[in-house]
């Protein structure tokens, strides 16, 4: 008898663990703070990196999004103690890298990272791949949102890609609730990607 209320203490505990730290985790996400994109249009997309890599907290050093090329323009607004810079391919992407000249960002601080934009000119879905590098750590947020979990895909993502919804006309009513995060255990990082020397 005392051996089952181990084993149902030790699952209690376990639960109620994992509820902490989903608590206190969440991805990398965009924010709009109640401000609809609208096709065509400028406005201020916000990246927001809520915490560091891997268990050891480490903090984030470097950022790089990636926008395809429907994207009109983008460029990000001055963060302290953040250099940032925007290449654009031929192909018409774009890379925006933030550079911390400093430690960087905290594990345990949220960061803002504005970019003021012109959204795409037509209305729809758009995911924005993200590098969140943390020294030689790397979240790699650019997973497919799936619909359900499949034989060959798992739900919820693992690195959710950050994506924003581009609507057509300005009577679209807000739906979501601003400044709020999805919740959930994120993973472990990846090492990141040595370039290659050709």
């Given at each position: 008898?005392?051996?089952?209320?181990?084993v149902v203490a030790t699952t209690v505990a376990t639960v109620a663990s994992l509820a902490l730290a989903?608590?206190?985790?969440?991805?990398?996400?965009?924010?709009?703070?109640?401000?609809?994109?609208?096709?065509?249009?400028?406005?201020?997309?916000?990246?927001?990196?809520?915490?560091?890599?891997?268990?050891?907290?480490?903090?984030?050093?470097?950022?790089?999004?990636?926008?395809?090329?429907?994207?009109?323009?983008?460029?990000?607004?001055?963060?302290?103690?953040?250099?940032?810079?925007?290449?654009?391919?031929?192909?018409?992407?774009?890379?925006?890298?933030?550079?911390?000249?400093?430690?960087?960002?905290?594990?345990?601080?949220?960061?803002?990272?504005?970019?003021?934009?012109?959204?795409?000119?037509?209305?729809?879905?758009?995911?924005?791949?993200?590098?969140?590098?943390?020294?030689?750590?790397?979240?790699?947020?650019?997973?497919?949102?799936?619909?359900?979990?499949?034989?060959?895909?798992?739900?919820?993502?693992?690195?959710?890609?950050?994506?924003?919804?581009?609507?057509?006309?300005?009577?679209?009513?807000p739906t979501a609730v601003t400044g709020s995060f999805p919740i959930s255990i994120c993973p472990l990082?990846?090492?990141?990607?040595?370039?290659?020397?050709s």
């Open positions: 008898m005392s051996s089952m209320k181990f989903a608590g206190a985790s969440a991805h990398a996400t965009l924010n709009l703070y109640g401000k609809d994109a609208i096709a065509n249009k400028t406005g201020t997309l916000t990246l927001t990196i809520p915490h560091g890599c891997g268990p050891g907290g480490l903090s984030t050093t470097k950022i790089v999004m990636q926008l395809s090329s429907a994207w009109q323009a983008a460029k990000p607004t001055a963060v302290a103690g953040w250099t940032s810079s925007v290449k654009r391919a031929a192909n018409g992407q774009r890379a925006l890298t933030w550079t911390a000249t400093g430690s960087g960002l905290p594990n345990a601080q949220v960061g803002d990272f504005p970019i003021t934009v012109r959204w795409p000119r037509k209305a729809g879905t758009y995911n924005t791949p993200t590098a969140q590098y943390c020294g030689t750590q790397l979240m790699d947020w650019k997973d497919p949102f799936n619909a359900a979990a499949d034989g060959d895909l798992p739900y919820p993502a693992t690195y959710p890609v950050p994506r924003v919804r581009v609507h057509a006309a300005a009577t679209h009513t990082p990846r090492a990141a990607r040595q370039p290659t020397r």
